[in-house]
């Protein structure tokens, strides 16, 4: 069940840092620090934690479904404003500001944060909490300022960077829906019998990343054919 959560944070991680590129320097800091926060305002509970809280944590499968269902209800809400937003904008029609929270990045950042923290205190033995506290909040931050500055050399273009913000959001959305029901089900009949949790979770992430690529590449050849009937016309 580790697996999965760890999958999910990362996931939801990734798709932050695509929505961020679409946002200015300035501000695409302040969210980071703030996505961070928590691991200084939420310290001593963090200290309190030990692997066995940890271990329990990730492998709750309650704690999968809520994540999941946190990840559904916010994509859900911020693809329908952020449809709505680059309507706007492409019309050219007045652009309400309400509608830029669609490009705020997942929340699950601070949580994948404090996971990082407590698992980094429990794991680095030779300094002290504040000195793990620090580094984490600070490594955290550089990582993801750096990766989106990297996101954004790749996808240098705004209607580049919409679509890979788009296509994030999108699996994102497909894993937290399918995948609590992946987890709980069945592979076949005889899963419990003879099938190894490796070759379980094998399966499982199998077809997921089939369903993914799939979906993906429905809307990738869709885009394709949307752009030249679009070049056709003009």
């Not at 449809?83 to 997942?106: N, R, T």
């Not at 205190?121 to 490594?139: A, D």
């Amino acid at each position: 069940m580790g697996l999965f959560i760890l999958l999910i944070l990362f996931a939801a991680w990734l798709q932050s840092m695509f929505k961020l590129i679409l946002l200015p320097r300035p501000v695409r800091c302040g969210l980071l620090a703030a996505a961070v926060l928590p691991i200084f305002l939420f310290k001593e509970k963090l200290a309190a934690c030990n692997l066995q809280m940890i271990d329990k944590f990730v492998s709750d499968g309650n704690n999968l479904r809520d994540l999941c269902t946190l990840i559904v209800i916010q994509e859900l809400l911020s693809l329908t404003a952020g449809l709505s937003l680059l309507k706007e904008h492409e019309l050219g029609k007045k652009i309400h500001v309400w509608k830029y929270a669609a490009l705020l990045p997942s929340l699950l950042l601070p949580i994948g944060a404090m996971y990082a923290e407590a698992t980094a205190f429990n794991t680095i033995l030779n300094r002290t909490f504040t000195e793990i506290m620090w580094g984490t909040g600070i490594v955290l931050f550089l990582v993801s300022a750096l990766s989106c500055e990297l996101f954004a050399w790749i996808r240098r273009t705004l209607s580049s960077r919409i679509s890979a913000a788009m296509t994030a959001s999108w699996i994102l959305l497909l894993l937290a829906i399918f995948m609590p029901a992946a987890v709980e089900g069945k592979i076949s009949s005889a899963a419990d019998q003879d099938q190894t949790d490796w070759q379980r979770n094998f399966c499982i992430l199998a077809i997921l990343a089939g369903i993914v690529f799939f979906t993906g590449t429905i809307i990738h050849l869709y885009r394709i054919y949307k752009g030249r009937k679009q070049k056709c016309v003009m």
